[in-house]
T-cell receptor, first 116, second 114 residues
Framework: AQKVTQAQTEISVVEKEDVTLDCVYE???????LFWYKQPPSGELVFLIRRNSFDEQNEISGRYSWNFQKSTSSFNFTITASQVVDSAVYFC?????????????FGTGTRLTIIP | EAQVTQNPRYLITVTGKKLTVTCSQN?????MSWYRQDPGLGLRQIYY???????DKGDVPEGYKVSRKEKRNFPLILESPSPNQTSLYFC?????????????FGNGTRLTVT
């Protein structure tokens, strides 16, 4: 069975600090996709990034960066120079596709609080 | 604007009173799905649909029904709600047949069953 572990339940950092959110996954599939979603206090789920299992290049988007390492089954997310608007719950998710079902297996989320 | 629309956003009901949460998407997506979010458990899939008239169970389908009579709509039905169905519900859609296509989520429906 597929599994996603986000061991950090809650993290608090002072504004402008860098913070890394950890994600470890388990899968037997050779082809899979990993995602990060953000859930701000308003409750909606916002797609941040998708990474496929064949692309281990790190990605940077502004203050956000992602580090994908197949050797350790990790897909970590770093926010540089954090801002109060980054306060949210962040979910890591793994996509499995069985018989057409594009199901996402989610981690339990990390609640990030940025202290002004 | 491309979006998934759920209604209502908040719903309080009593045990046993049938309810329906509506979901509609305007992106012509074939694939739609329902998830529930509970503290400490993340999001879990309830039901999914690969196309019109094609639905199947996810990981936690007990106590729920769905239908897919039109491509854009995928309502979630609770025939006899119980307090353990108090949760935050999300509808989602994506392009079928495109591996790794991101799920687009609605804004959520917070359901309380007393």
């Amino acid at each position: 069975a597929q599994k996603v572990t986000q061991a950090q339940t809650e993290i608090s950092v002072v504004e402008k600090e860098d913070v890394t959110l950890d994600c470890v996954y388990e899968t037997r599939d050779t082809t899979y996709y990993l995602f990060w979603y953000k859930q701000p206090p308003s409750g909606e789920l916002v797609f941040l990034i998708r990474r496929n299992s064949f692309d281990e290049q790190n990605e940077i988007s502004g203050r956000y960066s992602w580090n994908f390492q197949k050797s350790t089954s990790s897909f970590n997310f770093t926010i540089t120079a954090s801002q109060v608007v980054d306060s949210a719950v962040y979910f890591c998710a793994l996509s499995e596709r069985h018989f057409g079902n594009e199901k996402l297996t989610f981690g339990t989320g990390t609640r990030l609080t940025i202290i002004p | 604007e491309a979006q998934v629309t759920q209604n209502p956003r908040y719903l309080i009901t009593v045990t046993g009173k049938k309810l329906t949460v509506t979901c509609s998407q305007n992106m012509n997506h074939e694939y739609m799905s329902w998830y529930r979010q509970d503290p400490g458990l993340g999001l879990r899939q309830i039901y999914y649909s690969m196309n019109v008239e094609v639905t199947d169970k996810g990981d936690v389908p007990e106590g729920y029904k769905v239908s897919r009579k039109e491509k854009r709509n995928f309502p979630l039905i609770l025939e006899s709600p119980s307090p353990n169905q108090t949760s935050l519900y999300f509808c989602a859609s994506s392009q079928a047949g495109v591996a790794g296509s991101p799920l687009h989520f609605g804004n959520g429906t917070r359901l309380t069953v007393t």
